[in-house]
C-alpha cells in the first residue's frame, strides 16, 4: 500500500517563474492538504481540496493555487515565484470526515 | 488565536537518558492533539494521537505523552533515548469539530543525541 506521494523531490527555479508540485494520496483517501515548511520552522497550511475544490485556505496570496483531480491526486501551483517562497511543501492526505493526515516527504523548492 | 508552543528549540540528551518534550496550545475547546517527527530530508510520521479518553497515550518508538487539560499541555516523553531518535519533533492540534482538517504545527523542538 504507497503512501503519500509527492513530485519531484527537489526543484530549483528563480524568481519570476512558475512551478507545480504534484501529489498523490495515499490509497482510499480523498482529502489533501498542502502544506509550506520554511528552513527552521513548522509547517504552514496552505489549503485543503476535497472533491474536487478548494475547502479550507491558510494565510498564503493568491499566487498559490491548487487543483485536486478526480482520482484524488493534487497540483499545487506558485506564480510569481519569490525568494521566500523556497521552502519544503508538504502534502497529507486523510478521509474526510478523518483526523489524521499522513504526510509524503515533500518537494524542496530553491528560488535563486 | 489558536496557536501551539513548543518552548525548547534546541534539546541534547545522552544515549539511554529519558527525554521531555514540551508542547502548550491554545484553543477554545479541546482539540486534537498530536505529536509527528521529522528526519532529516524527510517528511513527517505520526508518533502518537490525543482524542479523548485516557490522557496518557502510547505512541510508536517507545514514545508517550500525557494530555493535561488544567496545564493545557501535551508534553511528548520517552523513558531511554535511542541515537536514532535524534530528528525534529513537531506538536500539532486540529480543531475537535470533525470534517474540516487544518492541522496547527507548533515551530518544533530539534533532538540531538549525544553518545
Known sequence: DAGVTQSPTHLIKTRGQQVTLRCSPKSGHDTVSWYQQALGQGPQFIFQYYEEEERQRGNFPDRFSGHQFPNYSSELNVNALLLGDSALYLCASSHTGGDIQYFGAGTRLSVL | ?115
Open chain 2, 1 to 115: 488565536a489558536q496557536s501551539v508552543t513548543q518552548p525548547d528549540i534546541h534539546i541534547t540528551v545522552s544515549e539511554g537518558a529519558s527525554l521531555e518534550l514540551r508542547c502548550n496550545y491554545s484553543y477554545g475547546a479541546t482539540p486534537y492533539l498530536f505529536w509527528y517527527v521529522q528526519s532529516p530530508g524527510q517528511g513527517l510520521q505520526l508518533l502518537l494521537k490525543y482524542f479523548s479518553g485516557d490522557t496518557l497515550v502510547q505512541g510508536i518508538k517507545g514514545f508517550e505523552a500525557e494530555f493535561k487539560r488544567s496545564q493545557s499541555s501535551f508534553n511528548l516523553r520517552k523513558p531511554s533515548v535511542h541515537w536514532s531518535d535524534a530528528a525534529e519533533y513537531f506538536c500539532a492540534v486540529v480543531p475537535n469539530s470533525g470534517g474540516y482538517q487544518k492541522v496547527t504545527f507548533g515551530t518544533g523542538t530539534k533532538l540531538q543525541v549525544i553518545p
